[in-house]
């Protein structure tokens, strides 16, 4: 069930393709009662949606002659009825008959469209056969919640939704890889007859997000995060605010951040708002990737045109790349990468700009005045927790700047050989706790240790409290990577202890500001990434 490359060809749809409108933003609705639903209704309105869907299934005590009648003249947006039975994944157990029935009556009482699922709708579409009211429109609809089949298995899946006569082709996948989305794209983009591809789980979210790119009919979205009817759903005002929906055309550029996992991720919400700001045709999407190579040479289009990366594909993308920055081939690690025009990748280091830029203001708030021309980290002990992508850019970057480094590691091997190319000095975590041979060091962790959920960890001490400050009221300055949640437990307990604290906040913002102007050619709306940062962090 390999992909094949994702290639610029097809972006557009072929001359006899089916050329949609804008894709529609549908907010299903999951109240148990008639009442919930009117309610849910007007909030859907209120957030932007263009259409409701009204799951019959979810009702507790569904009347159909006199609810249907209720939920579909009070709506005031269109409505799509479905009713879906728990051999498709859904709550209805009962009759079949009236199942049906109730759809008929939905049609009659004027929703707008009906979704039946393909193993019953040549026999339905033939019961509403010369009965359907003009403007209204049948979607057939086949979901797996197993895997994403090959594009082939695709393709004859989608001919025999249309052989029922279906106005509308839905395909539903589940996403074992976020490869399995390009399936689904392609098919969207080719088909000829309106088409909505979902691919469901987190592997698949951007199967939803860029929808309106590949030609989807329709997306859905949820009126909040507890209320999904499907796996990997987003909610309705995250397309909207988060992800610019309404903005995402076919010729739009798609960046974004690779990683795993990467749902915590804050980079959308800088990049979108910058994107929106200039008006550049743009969008920066979630990538949950498990394969850097095979993402890669999935997406290979250059629309896919640039990606920041994180943990844990901060080294291994490396070797996808056909260019590497000098500074970022010396760390042996990268963090930003731009598919030039010819379809090259070329890759960039811009964490330790955003770390080291950001202690060094910190220490410049301690210590007042420094010379011209001098780092305030020169000379000063640099104890570095972790040795990944981000641990090696914060010993490169001190070394740089002429401080003595100390690279620690769960893995001794890994911490001395990292230490060893900058001339530093390397231990355990565990050492670390009581390595204090002088005061007023640098303390800077890289680990994801303290990241939520478990936000009460912290990289250097899994005992009391008290051992915990003790350790920590030997740094003078204190600085942690993570920055969901701002302020973690380190850097709660070293403000106890007086240190100076940098939040990871501060390095997110900072290497965000050189990754927007290799990705764009622009220089970053600096102002607007920390009103950001201030108001969502």
């Known amino acids: 069930m390999g992909s094949l490359p994702f290639t610029t060809s097809d972006l557009h749809t072929s001359t006899g393709g089916f050329v949609s409108s804008p894709t529609l933003l549908c907010t299903p609705l999951m109240g148990t009662t008639v009442d919930q639903m009117l309610i849910e209704m007007h909030k859907a309105k209120e957030i932007g949606s263009d259409i409701v869907e009204i799951r019959l299934d979810c009702l507790r005590n569904f009347n159909p002659s006199s609810d249907l009648q209720i939920l579909i003249k009070h709506s005031p947006l269109p409505t799509l009825v479905t009713y879906r039975p728990v051999w498709e994944g859904g709550q209805y157990e009962g009759d079949e008959t009236k199942r049906q029935d109730a759809l008929r009556s939905a049609m009659e009482l004027g929703a707008n469209y009906i979704d039946i699922e393909l193993e019953v709708a040549h026999d339905f579409n033939n ?3 010369e009965k359907k009211p003009d403007n ?24 025999r939704i249309q052989a029922t006569g279906a106005d509308i082709v839905k395909i539903a996948t589940t996403a074992l890889d976020i490869t399995d989305c390009a399936r689904i794209f392609q098919i969207t983009v080719h088909s000829q007859v309106p088409t909505i591809g979902i691919v469901m789980g987190e592997r698949g979210l951007i199967s939803r997000l860029l929808s309106p790119k590949f030609g989807g009919y329709l997306t859905y979205g949820a009126l909040e995060a507890g209320a999904i009817s499907a796996p990997g759903q987003p909610t309705a005002r995250d397309l909207l605010d988060l992800y610019n929906f309404r903005l995402i055309r076919p010729d739009t550029k798609v960046y974004g951040i690779i990683g795993k996992p990467v749902g915590h991720s804050k980079s ?34 250059v629309d896919f045109s640039g990606c920041s990366c994180t943990i844990p594909h901060k080294e291994a993308a490396l070797k996808c790349m056909d260019e590497i920055d000098s500074i970022a081939k010396k760390i042996g690690a990268i963090n930003n990468i731009v598919r030039k025009p010819d379809g090259r990748l070329v890759a960039f280091n811009t964490d ?13 708030g301690l210590n007042g005045a420094i010379p011209a021309g001098k780092s305030p980290l020169a000379g000063k002990l640099f104890v570095v927790l972790g040795a990944g ?5 914060l010993v490169y970057g001190a070394a740089q700047k002429g401080a003595r480094v100390v690279c620690a590691n769960r893995t001794y091997e890994r911490a001395k050989e990292l230490a060893d ?11 670390v706790e009581n390595f204090h041979p002088e005061e007023g060091m640098i303390l800077a962790n890289t680990t994801s240790v303290g990241m939520k959920p478990n936000v009460d ?18 740094y003078c300055l204190v600085f942690d990577a993570i920055y969901t949640p701002k302020e973690t437990r380190l850097l709660r307990e070293a403000k106890e202890t007086g240190a100076e604290v940098v939040y990871g906040t501060e390095m997110l913002i900072r290497q965000a500001f ?5 990705f764009t050619g622009l220089p970053a709306p600096e102002e607007l990434f920390r009103e950001l940062m201030e108001k969502h962090a």
């Open 127 to 129: 019961s509403i056969y």
């Open 136 to 159: 209204f429109k049948v979607i057939v609809s086949s979901h797996n919640f197993h895997n994403t089949p090959s594009s082939e298995a695709i393709g004859n899946l989608v001919a």
């Open 268 to 301: 959308p919400l800088l990049f979108n708002a910058a994107f929106k700001s200039v008006g550049l045709n743009a969008v920066y999407v979630h990538f949950l990737v498990d394969d850097v190579e095979k993402f890669f040479n999935t997406y290979s289009s």
């Open 352 to 364: 330790y700009i955003g770390s080291i830029s950001g202690i060094e203001d910190g220490l410049r």
């Open 389 to 393: 992508g981000a641990g090696k850019s």
């Open 421 to 431: 190319k900058v001339g530093g000095k390397a231990m355990t975590l565990e050492e």
């Open 457 to 474: 960890d912290t990289p250097i001490s899994k005992f009391l409290f008290y051992f915990l400050q003790q350790a920590l009221k030997h």
């Open 514 to 518: 050189e990754q927007y102007k290799n």
